[in-house]
């Protein structure tokens, strides 16, 4: 033997240096993987203690821009997302909220929380809009633009029992901030029921202008739900919170995505029944989509 490769051997190392090259090459251009928690790897327990964990996670970006597309569509259309109602359970005319509501990532997340049955409750977008942008509605305009009081959704949703978990996902459709009305929570706020005064809060464009009394809430300054465009975030039901006016010169929209557990019942609510419409999306812990009864 000369000590020499052969001419197969060569041949060989030379076709596994080409393989590597390639498949690094192809995993150069792949997108990132992006975390399901982008913001802590706490979420669990900040949502547990806190009552809310944001930034939980954010969309790819293929997806928001569908997502930005379809709510840029319903404004040329004339449709008011101003006004809630508007935009009710979009998901069922709508593929691309469908999608969302229903992403893998926001679903294992929801599941670690409510377990392997899934119910997709109600999809809703919420939006503020600069004060010259506002749509006006009239005699029934709050006289303090897009102000919302303190409050606990759960209080008003007829969700039983109250044992049963049920949480919110929050995606931001624009980019979210202090300045263009973002939520602010109140930490702890989720242990306990509060009161709710009716006619409290006049600049609050809740129905009746309710508002939980700040002697009732923590003595700390709430957290602020400040995203970027296709970050969402996560909160229970129960977590006192609010949100200002829009003093930007920018929009404010998001999508709120409400999940319950299989096993929940629902009693009579304040808001109309059509709000509520569930469908199972997780069933034994896969994907799944079926009308159900609650």
Request: hydrophobic letters at 35%; aromatic letters at 8%.
């Amino acid at each position: 033997r000369s000590g020499r490769p052969s001419l197969n051997t060569l041949a060989k190392k030379i076709l596994l240096v080409e393989m590597t090259w390639s498949k690094a090459t192809m995993l150069m251009l792949l997108p990132p993987l992006l975390p399901l928690v982008a913001g802590s790897s706490h979420w669990r327990e900040d949502l547990q203690q806190q009552g809310f964990a944001f930034p939980l996670g954010k969309f790819d970006p293929y997806l928001t821009a569908r997502l930005v597309d379809q709510v840029n569509d319903w404004e040329k259309q004339g449709l008011a997302i101003e006004q809630q109602n508007s935009t009710w359970n979009s998901h069922f005319r709508s593929d691309i909220v469908m999608e969302a509501a229903t992403d893998p990532q926001v679903l294992d997340a929801v599941q670690e929380v409510v377990g392997k049955d899934v119910v997709l409750l109600h999809t809703t977008f919420f939006a503020k809009y600069p004060r010259k942008l506002s749509i006006d509605s009239g005699e029934n305009s709050p006289k303090c633009l897009t102000i919302i009081g303190t409050h606990q959704d759960r209080t008003y949703w007829g969700i039983n029992p109250e044992s049963q978990p049920v949480v919110s996902v929050w995606v931001a459709i624009d980019n979210v901030t202090v300045e263009n009305g973002a939520m602010q929570f109140f930490p702890g706020t989720h242990k306990s029921k509060l009161e709710h005064v009716k006619g409290y809060d006049d600049c609050s464009a809740l129905v009746d202008a309710q508002s939980i009394r700040p002697e009732d809430l923590p003595s700390v300054e709430p957290a602020s739900m400040e995203l970027k465009q296709g970050e969402y975030g996560s909160f229970d039901s129960q977590a006192a919170h609010r949100s200002g006016r829009n003093t930007s010169p920018h929009r404010r929209i998001g999508l709120t995505m409400i999940y319950v557990p299989a096993q929940v019942w629902l009693s009579e609510s304040n808001i109309k029944e059509t709000w509520r419409v569930p469908l199972k999306v997780r069933c034994d812990g896969k994907p799944c989509r079926e009308r159900t009864e609650l």
